[in-house]
């Protein structure tokens, strides 16, 4: 089974790269299911119905999401699409959305996600280990195959989360940085692991945003509005092979390319 998952996508404008290259790489990896992380279509912060109803178009089977995802007057998609849009497992009770899902395989094959979120650096909210492991065990009962999608700003937790769950699930893959790391691998009991997915997103920016507006917010100290970049836009993100009987990944393989690179692939895709 493989298993695409497409890293945080930064800005609408991204989304028309993904609807190009996405049929190409499905037959070229012969994927079965596709994840994206979404908390950053809209303007670099949340993400609106209608940029979601167009990834379902797209056949993208489900979004998750992060920290960014509740911005004011766009985060009532996690009502009005709840199960299809994920936010993380780990925030307190009596917030809006759910933070894992079952979905379904043309094969017939069951996928677990779960979204989580990382404390160091960021909100202290519920911990991520605990609940996660719980929710884990509640998904193993109906199938082995589980993506985590773990949203986190330190390296070192992201590790000891992955390690934590080794055995448990098929992957924990790395987002919110929006920097790919390229340290890929399967751990020793089948889990397979990435820091960081990266980033669909303009690439000359910082992590997504405009270049002066990042370094004006860092020299001023002041209050200074993000906008997303517009040049040279890539596409991050890793492909999993995994055992559909077992659940235990098999390999990881991580993608980095622009539009024009991929174009330029030929029959590679």
């Keep these: 089974m493989n298993i695409l998952f497409i890293a945080d996508i930064v800005g609408e404008e991204t989304l028309h790269i993904i609807f190009d290259i996405l049929p190409r790489l499905r037959r070229k990896y012969s994927i079965d299911s596709v994840i994206a992380n979404v908390e950053n279509v809209d303007k670099g912060k949340g993400i609106l119905l209608k940029q979601i109803e167009r990834l379902k178009a797209a056949g993208i089977n489900c979004l998750t999401s992060g920290n960014h995802i509740w911005e004011p007057k766009k985060r009532e998609v996690l009502v009005a699409q709840a199960g299809y849009i994920l936010r993380p497992l780990n925030y307190p009770e009596g917030n809006i959305g759910i933070g894992s899902t079952i979905i379904q395989t043309t094969s017939g094959k069951k996928v677990g996600i779960i979204n989580l979120q990382g404390r160091s650096f ?49 992957a924990v893959i ?92 030929g029959s590679d895709y």
Aim: net charge negative; hydrophobic share 40%; glycine share 8%.
């Design 174 to 265: 790395g987002t919110h940085t929006h920097v790919q790391t390229a340290d890929e691998r399967i751990l020793k009991n089948g889990t397979a692991y990435i820091t960081d997915a990266g980033m669909c997103g303009p690439f000359d920016s910082v992590i997504g945003m405009d270049t002066q507006k990042a370094i004006d917010r860092f020299i001023l100290q002041t209050q200074i509005y993000y906008i997303v970049a517009k040049d040279n836009i890539r596409f991050n993100g890793v492909v999993l092979n995994i055992d559909p009987d077992t659940g235990k990944a098999l390999h990881i393989e991580r993608l980095n390319f622009s539009k024009k690179e991929f174009d330029q692939g």
């Design 122 to 170: 960021m909100y202290p909210i519920n911990c991520p280990f605990t609940l996660g492991q719980k929710e884990v065990r509640r998904l193993r009962s109906e199938t082995p195959i589980i993506i985590v999608d773990f949203h986190a700003e330190a390296t070192a937790e992201k590790q000891a989360l992955a390690w934590y769950l080794d055995g448990k699930v098929s």
